[in-house]
């Protein structure tokens, strides 16, 4: 079975700083894939470069077995992989509801079209009610974007980044800069709208990574140092030596 | 501990009769262009309602790109003037050809011509937004602009190409010769293209011009290109813009190159942003003012350019969303019934606003007729520019005026916020 995502010998260099050396990951189908490492490891550049935002200086990339390095961004969301930022990234001056629309409108096949009413195509109208529901914002759909908590506001970035019915979902830090119970929450989230679908997340919780993943990989500047079960990676001397400590036992 | 979302009553409610008061809206909209010049039916005020009636349509067309997708052109008027041309030399080729096309198809063909410039070069300006984008349009406004004094074929140069716009069919009796004929063409145009516009709004074209304005890095994360998103509204509002310079070639049968330069892509910017980008009719409002005070200005006062840009910058400074922003703010208010505590506010203010506004104008007017013009005539009362009292009366007015109305507007701010308050807790304001 080709995997959903995989990384070969990816290298990523900024002038002469090399960020990223022999990045290799594989992501199985199906899979929930955490990506853990201390600050400056390289987790949002290895995010950037799976999700087209950067291309990588050498090596390839595979998105269900096809060839996406090199690709630009939406080239790659319509091969089915969709991502989240770690800082808050909504259609700020728009609604919540038109937020999700948004997202639904290229996989709905309504693209660039200036000849249909957008407010009168019932499955985007559908498909956005079903999204805003699932993140529990429907009583919030016509306030602007820019006005929601700050809670509110990831819950719609995790809902405009499924809202196109990726096969293959990367979040980054979803649950940064939230209180315990919210925490709990957008992981109870997370945890229902990925069903069924590849997970791959970014996370400094560990918690989170360890109740939620089932494989987890270590960065550590810029090379993946361990890859395994939750239980591996926590019996791992090497990486207990370059990053967990005593965190994990 | 938590911090839970509070606020659970939706913004905005739904209001009953919604589609009817859509309809409704547009027409009583067509039914005000029908009656208009039955009412005011002098010649001078014809030719300013077709003004008016082309800037709408520039102006909007402007807002495609500013205020629907976040572009700022500096050379609209480079899609305008083309469309203007084009249809100078479609209306001579038809004449001349005796072709069976009436003239009020003429405007299309403008703004095909729009649109086909901005096919041609939109792929290359459109590649980036911000500054990028607004340097390139200014450049080809410039390059234009100066290319069609020298093109002498094409342009005519300085003294463009003159045309007759009854030298077509007439079309059901009308040659279009009449002011009130080519007026009535006009608000046809007005009528189609404001439908239109509005209609490529509720599009999902229009709707991801709006994601592309707020966020287009996070466009390409949602399977679009937001290169070709940009295009494609350039493309829109060159063609929309075409058919207003189509119009304008009509109305004067004249196209020049004062059609396509920095001015007219300045005014329409000024019409626009005025009005207010982030409504729909805010252009609208804007294009009326701007076109109105132009006409009116320019026979009153030779520095009337110097007041456009006061209350350019007035609006920039203390009111950006523009006339339509300000008009919008108080919708909250007028729903929960709490308009009537502000109103006094605004009107003890308006005294000391106009005060310091004549004197802001004395003191314009003292200096720009200093050396002997005519004398000024302020609200029926005549002042001479060498008069010492007259330059004391323009102090006192403006010192006078700025101290008092600095008090009053904060009375207009603490009236709002417990206008605010109260509307906040009917629900009615975020």
């Known amino acids: 079975m080709t995997a959903a995502i995989q990384v070969n010998a990816v290298e990523k260099s900024f002038g002469n700083v090399q960020i990223i050396r022999d990045l290799n990951l594989s992501v199985a189908k199906g899979e929930r894939h955490a990506i853990i490492g201390p600050n400056g490891a390289g987790k949002s550049t290895t995010f950037n470069l799976i999700s087209g935002h950067i291309k990588p200086t050498s090596g390839e990339i595979r998105l269900n077995g096809e060839v996406t390095s090199g690709l630009r961004p939406f080239e790659i969301n319509r091969r089915g992989l969709s991502r989240s930022f770690q800082v808050t990234n909504v259609f700020a001056r728009m609604t919540v509801w038109e937020n999700v629309r948004c997202a639904v409108l290229w996989a709905t096949g309504h693209r660039y079209a200036f000849w249909k009413n957008v407010d009168t195509l019932p499955e985007v109208k559908q498909r956005t009610a079903e999204i805003l529901d699932e993140i529990h914002l429907s009583h919030r759909r016509d306030v602007p974007a820019g006005l929601l908590t700050y809670a509110e506001q990831r819950e719609l970035e995790i809902g405009i980044t499924i809202a196109g019915g990726a096969s293959v979902i990367m979040l980054d830090e979803p649950t940064a800069g939230m209180s315990h119970a919210e925490t709990e929450r957008a992981v109870a989230l997370i945890r229902r709208l990925t069903e069924g679908r590849t997970l791959v997340i970014v996370e400094h919780d560990m918690s989170v990574v360890f109740g939620l993943a089932d494989r987890i990989s270590v960065l550590v500047y810029g090379h993946i140092i361990a890859s395994g079960t939750p239980e591996e990676i926590r019996g791992n001397p090497k990486v207990k030596e370059a990053y967990l400590g005593e965190e994990v036992d | ?430």
């Open chain 2, 1 to 430: 501990m938590t911090n839970a979302p509070t606020p659970s009553i939706a913004v905005t409610k739904q209001e009953p009769g919604g589609a009817l008061s859509f309809y409704g809206v547009w027409l009583i909209a067509a039914a005000a262009l029908i009656v208009l010049p039955l009412i005011f039916s002098s010649g001078g005020s014809l030719t300013s309602f077709s003004l008016i009636g082309i800037a709408i349509i520039f102006a909007l067309s402007y807002n495609i790109l500013l205020g629907q997708t976040g572009l700022l052109s500096f050379g609209h008027a480079v899609q305008y003037g083309l469309g203007g041309f084009l249809a100078v030399h479609a209306m001579n080729a038809v004449a001349s050809h005796n072709w069976p096309i009436p003239l009020p198809v003429i405007p299309l063909i403008g703004g095909i011509g729009g649109m086909a410039f901005a096919l041609l070069v939109g792929w290359v300006m459109t590649k980036r937004a911000g500054t990028v984008f607004a340097m390139i349009s200014l450049g080809i406004g410039e390059l234009v602009a100066s290319s069609s004094l020298i093109l002498r074929s094409v342009f005519g140069g300085e003294s463009g190409i003159t045309t007759d716009r009854t030298s077509l069919m007439p079309l059901f009796g009308w040659t279009f010769g009449p002011q009130i004929q080519v007026y009535y063409l006009i608000a046809f145009w007005v009528m189609i293209s404001a439908i239109a516009m509005y209609a490529l709004t509720r599009t999902p074209l229009g709707r991801i011009c709006n994601a592309v304005r707020d966020n287009p890095e996070r466009v390409e994360f949602i399977g679009y290109d937001p290169h070709v998103v940009r295009y494609l509204a350039y493309m829109f509002a060159g063609f929309f813009a075409g058919i207003a310079g189509g119009l304008t070639a009509i109305n004067f049968e004249i196209a020049n190159s004062a059609y396509l330069g920095a001015t007219q892509s300045g005014l329409v910017l000024f019409s626009a942003f005025i009005g207010g980008t982030a409504y729909f009719f805010g252009p609208i409002l804007g294009a009326i003012l701007v076109t109105y005070l132009q006409l009116g200005l320019t026979s009153v006062t030779s520095v009337w350019q110097l007041y456009f840009g006061i209350i350019f910058i007035g609006i920039v400074m203390f009111a950006p969303g523009g006339i339509a922003g300000i008009l919008m703010k108080h919708r909250p208010l007028i729903r929960a019934g709490t308009l009537g505590t502000v109103i006094p506010s605004y009107l003890v203010a308006a005294i000391p606003t106009l005060a310091l506004a004549l004197g802001v104008i004395l003191t314009i007017e003292t200096v720009a007729r200093f050396s002997g013009d005519a004398a000024i005539n302020l609200l029926g009362i005549p002042f001479v520019a060498t008069a010492p009292t007259t330059w004391a009366a323009a102090a006192v007015l403006v010192v006078g005026g700025f101290l008092v109305a600095r008090i009053t507007w904060r009375r207009v701010a603490e009236a709002w916020d417990r206008a605010a308050t109260v509307a906040r807790d009917r629900g009615y304001l975020a």
